[in-house]
């Protein structure tokens, strides 16, 4: 092994140990976003999955036409099935990211689940009226954050109640270490309570709605997988590294490799 290759193995590991945390996460692929109701077809579920997280009219709402915001539920599939273990937590991201004139439409309680169920038995992609039944397990949240200083109480249902911070355009980041095989679905339920403007259950001071304009979830694995991976390579370029040397020794005494 000549030293262009050494040189090119180290700068890979230290490339590797570096950005490891990026390239080893895997986005979930999600698919017929199916709601109990939707304030209108421009804000219906699918906007929370098609990729813009960040705009005008991108988002889905559930303001009643009477003015009212009650608890309502959006389920996803996912494309294919999804195995994950407490070495690979899974990763929500809600971006409330709507332009809307009043920046305030942060979600203020909900809950996530997922389901193993066959994809023909729930999620039809209604925006209003839509399936979202299936046998769900509700998920322990163990990590959440916001990106604009939200404060989460987990409450003893397992859901997430949102306060302070500046309640504008806020992403949301929620972590879940769970042991699950063959995972066909998401759910996400916007639930009320009585400390939220209207009862929420979102935290619009006028009545209580949000607008969720994107929902992610990906899979990262956890800081011992990835040194695992770090250490391989490093045993990779000390075996090439040695075997460089022992090449360069015997076309030193020899004047010729062997």
Excluded: C
């Amino acid at each position: 092994m000549n030293i262009h290759r050494i040189g090119a193995m180290s700068s890979i590991l230290f490339l590797s140990i570096g950005f490891a945390p990026v390239s080893q996460a895997a986005d979930v692929l999600l698919q017929n976003a199916t709601a109990t109701f939707s304030q209108a077809d421009f804000w219906g579920a699918q906007n929370t999955i098609d990729g813009v997280a960040v705009g005008a009219v991108t988002s889905w709402a559930v303001n009643r036409p009477d003015g009212t915001s009650l608890a309502e539920t959006i389920v996803w599939e996912t494309r294919g099935d999804l195995s994950v273990n407490p070495a690979t937590p899974l990763n929500f991201t809600l971006f409330h990211g709507d332009l809307v004139p009043v920046a305030d439409h942060n979600l203020g309680k909900f809950r996530l689940s997922y389901t193993t169920d066959d994809r023909a038995l729930f999620a039809d992609g209604l925006n209003t009226g839509g399936d979202v039944s299936a046998n769900w397990v509700v998920i322990d949240p163990d990590s959440f954050s916001s990106s604009t200083g939200e404060t989460f109480t987990k409450l003893g249902d397992l859901s997430l109640l949102v306060s302070g911070g500046t309640n504008t355009n806020s992403t949301y980041t929620v972590g879940a270490a769970i042991a699950a095989d063959g995972i066909t679905g998401f759910r996400l339920e916007a639930l009320e309570d009585p400390s939220l403007p209207f009862n929420g259950p979102g935290r619009q001071a006028s009545n209580g709605n949000f607008h969720l304009s994107e929902f992610t979830v990906s899979t990262v694995p956890e800081p011992g997988a990835i040194w695992q991976l770090s250490l391989g390579l490093l045993v990779l370029f000390w075996l090439g590294k040695h075997r460089a040397g022992r090449q360069g020794a015997r076309y030193s005494n020899n004047g010729s490799l062997a």
